[in-house]
């Protein structure tokens, strides 16, 4: 299915629409499942654990409702593991590697702040599956916002050494945070339908959200007017995806005919 | 005089079943071999999350993906209420903690062996939490509060850690061919190594009589190993898998099955550093504490200065 085409079916649009959120979704939680085990104290190996809990489980729900939408009686995991990179939509910001914790952290507050003003306006969608999901995982996106916005004020403001590492990150990661709100027609025919929401109600509210925490921890904020990197919603990625399909399908993809349930 | 009264009140509490607090009297030894064996389980909950850890990303389904996620989270969990009570007698988590970063302290031998296939997921769901379960069963009647309670609680997840490795491992020996040569492959490779879990034969284990004696443990390692041997060989027979022991055999008599002697020069050498996996073990230990060390750093610079500045305020 192309995006690109002039015209898409509303069918089309919202199995694009699922994927794009449930893409999102299922990388972020891989590249926060890569901690466990590894984190800086015991309890933040858990709230990681915890977080790619969550982004892996809501990415689970949304793929199952996907294959349902599209009709070509696939099974979810069809679709996490027998898609090339080009065919992922997910945010190159969430594909990124994970970095140091600094890194982790400033990624999943951008993220976390954008989820939830997006969930907050998804749960009254007139998609009566979509928006129960949405109100379902809202209360999760909460607890990921408030726990990632803490970690910001804390680094921030706590050491040089801690500053310095998180106002590399924010700098670094900045010109991916402009995808976020790309649209396009398939966005648009969803907004006319009620089946999706616009995500320019809420680019100023996610600003200031960004903006005064940043200022809280003592960082400077970078430049929203600066070039930002675009392409991921076509498919086009940074070469660090291929990468990481290429461990996550690996096994999957040797062995075909087995089942794993 | 005082102290060996005090002894035999305290050996008086244990053999009527009594609970020892943390608040109550106990022998300085009973302390240290508690402290012990608790950050030993805590540290084997912790390291045990290494070699998991290493198919999260590889899992075949978003299913089997949460469901080890979930698992492993769980063990750290586990190692978080176990450093706890061990806090109950004295010792610090920072402390016990050093004692593993600088080899001092032990954790479970088993974890220094290499998980090399999917298979290996469900093999140490099944056999490793399996045995954990049994021992873990007779701790939760040990006679230290805070670790039978632990225990009680950790029993729970345990028993649907073993059950989801179990039903992974009767799913690949009923699967396709690879699949069946996987999960036996791993079976043959994690069997002996599960069996050492439970330490040296009894004649060989100078703590245990004191820890029976103490109401720590109440079954000997070699009790406990056979209860494991009973039950697992029934459940491997029942999906048709083969345990590689030649020496294998039900005794009538008996009840039980009679099994091959263990390789304790293996035992030992992996019991002292040189198995094949401590070095990596310890090393991502160190290196996930060192890289943390910035972030720790800052957590508490950050509450520091945010206490100031609320005594300020007030």
């Given at each position: 299915m192309s995006t690109a085409a002039d015209s898409i079916t509303t069918q089309e649009a919202r199995y694009e629409y699922l994927l794009r959120l449930a893409d999102d979704r299922l990388i972020l939680g891989h590249r926060l499942s890569e901690w466990c085990g590894h984190g800086p104290i015991l309890e933040e190996d858990i709230a990681l654990a915890n977080m790619a809990l969550d982004y892996i489980g809501h990415a689970a729900s949304l793929y199952e409702y996907a294959a349902e939408i599209e009709g070509k009686e696939r099974h979810r995991d069809d679709l996490v593991y027998f898609r090339n990179d080009v065919e992922f939509k997910n945010l190159k910001l969430v594909e990124l590697p994970r970095g140091d914790f600094g890194f982790t952290m400033a990624r999943q507050f951008l993220f976390s702040a954008f989820?939830?003003?997006?969930?907050?306006?998804?749960?009254?969608?007139?998609?009566?599956?979509?928006?129960?999901?949405?109100?379902?995982?809202?209360?999760?996106?909460?607890?990921?916002?408030?726990?990632?916005?803490e970690w910001v004020l804390r680094l921030g403001d706590g050491t040089k050494e801690s500053h310095r590492r998180i106002q590399d990150?924010?700098?670094?990661?900045?010109?991916?945070?402009?995808?976020?709100?790309?649209?396009?027609?398939?966005?648009?025919?969803?907004?006319?339908?009620?089946?999706?929401?616009?995500?320019?109600?809420?680019?100023?509210?996610?600003?200031?959200?960004?903006?005064?925490?940043?200022?809280?921890?003592?960082?400077?904020?970078?430049?929203?007017?600066q070039f930002m990197a675009e392409g991921s919603r076509k498919g086009l990625h940074t070469e660090h995806l291929g990468h990481l399909l290429a461990e996550m399908q690996h096994l999957r993809r040797s062995y075909p005919d087995a089942d794993w349930q | 005089m005082e102290d060996s009264t005090k002894r035999e009140a305290f050996q008086e509490r244990i053999d009527k079943g009594e609970t020892i607090e943390p608040k109550d009297f106990m022998p300085d030894r009973y302390r240290q071999q508690l402290i012990r064996m608790m950050s030993q389980h805590a540290h084997s909950e912790i390291v045990g999350m290494l070699p998991e850890g290493n198919w999260i990303t590889r899992a075949p389904s978003l299913r089997r993906k949460l469901i080890l996620l979930s698992k492993v989270q769980d063990e750290a969990g586990h190692g978080l209420y176990l450093y706890s009570a061990t806090e109950t007698l004295g010792a610090s988590r920072q402390e016990v903690i050093d004692d593993l970063l600088n080899g001092r302290a032990k954790y479970s031998s088993i974890f220094n062996y290499p998980t090399l296939s999917w298979a290996d997921v469900a093999v140490i769901g099944w056999l490793v939490d399996g045995a954990a379960i049994i021992n873990q069963t007779m701790l939760a009647r040990s006679s230290y509060g805070p670790y039978a309670r632990a225990m009680v609680r950790i029993c729970k997840e345990e028993s649907f850690h073993k059950k989801q490795g179990y039903e992974m491992v009767a799913k690949m020996a009923e699967g396709t061919p690879e699949q069946q040569e996987m999960i036996q492959d791993?079976?043959?490779?994690?069997?002996?190594?599960?069996?050492?879990?439970?330490?040296?034969?009894?004649?060989?284990?100078?703590?245990?009589?004191?820890?029976?004696?103490?109401?720590?443990?109440?079954?000997?390692?070699?009790?406990?190993?056979?209860?494991f041997v009973d039950r697992h060989v029934q459940e491997a027979h029942t999906v048709g898998l083969e345990i590689p022991d030649p020496d294998l055999e039900y005794n009538e008599e008996t009840g039980h099955w009679n099994f091959g002697e263990i390789d304790w020069d293996e035992f030992w050498k992996v019991v002292k550093g040189n198995g094949p996996m401590n070095r990596e073990r310890l090393n991502a230990r160190r290196k996930a504490h060192e890289e943390g060390e910035w972030v720790r750093e800052a957590a508490e610079e950050y509450a520091r200065k945010r206490k100031l500045r609320q005594e300020k305020v007030s």
């Amino acid at each position: 299915m192309s995006t690109a085409a002039d015209s898409i079916t509303t069918q089309e649009a919202r199995y694009e629409y699922l994927l794009r959120l449930a893409d999102d979704r299922l990388i972020l939680g891989h590249r926060l499942s890569e901690w466990c085990g590894h984190g800086p104290i015991l309890e933040e190996d858990i709230a990681l654990a915890n977080m790619a809990l969550d982004y892996i489980g809501h990415a689970a729900s949304l793929y199952e409702y996907a294959a349902e939408i599209e009709g070509k009686e696939r099974h979810r995991d069809d679709l996490v593991y027998f898609r090339n990179d080009v065919e992922f939509k997910n945010l190159k910001l969430v594909e990124l590697p994970r970095g140091d914790f600094g890194f982790t952290m400033a990624r999943q507050f951008l993220f976390s702040a954008f989820s939830y003003f997006l969930y907050e306006q998804l749960c009254e969608v007139e998609d009566e599956q979509l928006g129960g999901m949405a109100q379902k995982h809202w209360k999760e996106i909460k607890y990921h916002l408030r726990h990632s916005r803490e970690w910001v004020l804390r680094l921030g403001d706590g050491t040089k050494e801690s500053h310095r590492r998180i106002q590399d990150a924010f700098n670094e990661i900045w010109t991916y945070t402009g995808e976020m709100f790309y649209q396009d027609l398939v966005d648009e025919l969803l907004q006319d339908e009620k089946l999706a929401t616009d995500l320019n109600n809420f680019k100023a509210d996610w600003e200031e959200l960004v903006t005064s925490t940043l200022e809280e921890a003592t960082l400077e904020v970078p430049d929203f007017d600066q070039f930002m990197a675009e392409g991921s919603r076509k498919g086009l990625h940074t070469e660090h995806l291929g990468h990481l399909l290429a461990e996550m399908q690996h096994l999957r993809r040797s062995y075909p005919d087995a089942d794993w349930q | 005089m005082e102290d060996s009264t005090k002894r035999e009140a305290f050996q008086e509490r244990i053999d009527k079943g009594e609970t020892i607090e943390p608040k109550d009297f106990m022998p300085d030894r009973y302390r240290q071999q508690l402290i012990r064996m608790m950050s030993q389980h805590a540290h084997s909950e912790i390291v045990g999350m290494l070699p998991e850890g290493n198919w999260i990303t590889r899992a075949p389904s978003l299913r089997r993906k949460l469901i080890l996620l979930s698992k492993v989270q769980d063990e750290a969990g586990h190692g978080l209420y176990l450093y706890s009570a061990t806090e109950t007698l004295g010792a610090s988590r920072q402390e016990v903690i050093d004692d593993l970063l600088n080899g001092r302290a032990k954790y479970s031998s088993i974890f220094n062996y290499p998980t090399l296939s999917w298979a290996d997921v469900a093999v140490i769901g099944w056999l490793v939490d399996g045995a954990a379960i049994i021992n873990q069963t007779m701790l939760a009647r040990s006679s230290y509060g805070p670790y039978a309670r632990a225990m009680v609680r950790i029993c729970k997840e345990e028993s649907f850690h073993k059950k989801q490795g179990y039903e992974m491992v009767a799913k690949m020996a009923e699967g396709t061919p690879e699949q069946q040569e996987m999960i036996q492959d791993a079976v043959n490779r994690w069997w002996w190594p599960t069996l050492m879990m439970f330490g040296p034969h009894d004649d060989d284990s100078p703590n245990s009589a004191e820890l029976i004696k103490w109401g720590v443990k109440s079954k000997t390692n070699d009790e406990l190993r056979q209860s494991f041997v009973d039950r697992h060989v029934q459940e491997a027979h029942t999906v048709g898998l083969e345990i590689p022991d030649p020496d294998l055999e039900y005794n009538e008599e008996t009840g039980h099955w009679n099994f091959g002697e263990i390789d304790w020069d293996e035992f030992w050498k992996v019991v002292k550093g040189n198995g094949p996996m401590n070095r990596e073990r310890l090393n991502a230990r160190r290196k996930a504490h060192e890289e943390g060390e910035w972030v720790r750093e800052a957590a508490e610079e950050y509450a520091r200065k945010r206490k100031l500045r609320q005594e300020k305020v007030s």
